[in-house]
């Protein structure tokens, strides 16, 4: 997959593509239904399969001191695009100058003189252009205007409703991640590399390994059963864990991350890129009496884990 940046300098290579466009957070089962619809289009054409997105978010470019709630960040958001067959991947610097453009500007300037773009696939509410004054039906006059065909996809519901980011940050924010998972179509999964701690797991025989969540919407804190990928280092490989987010409330304040115990687990994974999927939440973080209760609570929740794991 290639990643342009750029709409102002795009390679002839990386022209005629057909693209759906969107933010795509946390690529789920709505978004994959839209870049189907893409890839039907390219497959018929012979295109590229596209997909235009936007970094930063425009909603953390309006809102930079709002609360974190993107469910996964640009680099494993790339690698889920990529593993689903995308080609090119046009992730757009959202800045003043591109958030000032009206939604015909953007569509003459952006979708077709800058990428040239044969065909697009928007979600029926899509909103575009600035101060999202642009609506689907909009983008499909447009695409008669300046020469590339536009589809609108309908949006998609599950069991529990509309399929949407704001319905699986709910999920994770109420410590239902099987639920979240229903709707993204795979475990909701936190990214990153692991970084030092304070080796308290260590001292207690579990030792975890640290990452950060910042940026990223928190789900429930608590233990949950966890599927963990490392997915790089001699340690390359699947395993079964649990693993803790939150703040540790033992230890005093602490900021936010996740602490994961991989089972049966012998090695330094310290700068190795993990990939952790949350299975199912095992109870809150609490304040135990003695470090000796806590040891026992996660005996308990291991076991716990284990056993839903097995099953899963």
């Known amino acids: ?86 080609q090119r991947l046009y992730q757009l610097n959202f800045n003043a100058a591109l958030s000032s453009l009206t939604a015909r500007e953007f569509a003459r300037d952006v979708l077709s003189d800058g990428l040239g773009l044969t065909h697009v696939v928007v979600g029926a509410d899509f909103r575009f252009g600035k101060g999202r004054d642009g609506c689907a039906q909009d983008l499909e006059g447009f695409g008669a205007e300046f020469g590339f065909g536009v589809t609108l996809a309908p949006l998609l519901s599950g069991d529990n409703g509309q399929v949407s980011s704001t319905a699986i940050r709910t999920a994770l924010s109420e410590g239902r991640p099987r639920d979240a998972a229903a709707m993204l179509g795979h475990w909701h999964r936190i990214d990153g590399e692991v970084v030092g701690g304070e080796q308290r797991g260590r001292e207690l025989g579990y030792p975890t390994a ?96 284990r056993a839903i794991l097995a099953a899963t």
């Not at 599927?227 to 900021?255: Q, T």
């Not at 973080?285 to 308990?300: C, H, K, N, P, R």
């Open 1 to 86: 997959m290639r990643i342009i940046r750029d709409h102002t300098f795009v390679a002839p290579q990386d022209r005629g593509a057909s693209a759906a466009i969107g933010n795509f957070d946390g690529v789920h089962l709505g978004h994959l239904s839209v870049i189907d619809l893409a890839r039907q289009v390219a497959d018929r054409t012979g295109a590229p399969l596209g997909v235009v997105t936007f970094e930063p978010h425009p909603r953390e470019f309006f809102a930079p001191d709002a609360p974190p709630f993107r469910l996964m960040g640009r680099t494993a958001r790339a690698h889920r695009l990529e593993k689903i067959g995308v």
């Open 210 to 305: 640290n990452m950060s969540i910042e940026g990223l919407h928190p789900p429930r804190f608590g233990v949950y059963a966890v599927l963990i990928d490392v997915l790089d280092g001699p340690h390359a490989g699947s395993y079964h864990g649990a693993a803790s987010i939150g703040v540790r409330p033992m230890f005093g304040k602490n900021r936010p991350n996740l602490e994961t115990y991989l089972f049966d687990f012998s090695g330094d994974l310290y700068g190795a890129q993990l990939s952790v999927g949350l299975v199912d939440h095992l109870r809150d973080e609490e304040t135990f009496d003695s470090l000796d209760a806590l040891t026992a609570q996660m005996a308990e929740d291991c076991a716990r884990a």
